[in-house]
């Protein structure tokens, strides 16, 4: 089905509606879709505490390394 035909069909179902129902049809334009941004997780403060020990250990391991 093509553009034409849904829109003719679209138009032929307003009518009948219009004649059978005595109904009004209000036509809206189409919504653009919503930009979609990546997902992303915010870090807990247990995950800030951990990646901060990490961190500490990985210095702690170097100090000691001559």
């Known amino acids: 089905m093509t553009k034409e035909e849904l829109r ?5 179902q307003e009518q009948r509606y219009k004649e059978v129902y005595g109904g ?4 809206y334009a189409a919504q ?3 930009e ?3 997902w992303r997780k ?3 403060i247990q995950d800030q505490a951990f990646s901060q020990e990490l961190q ?3 210095k ?4 000691e390394e001559p």
């Open 60 to 63: 702690e391991l170097k100090a």
């Open 56 to 58: 500490k250990m990985e």
């Open 42 to 44: 915010r870090a807990s």
């Open 36 to 38: 979609r941004k990546p």
């Open 32 to 34: 653009p879709e919503p």
């Open 24 to 27: 009004e049809v209000t036509t």
């Open 8 to 12: 003719a069909e679209l138009e032929r």
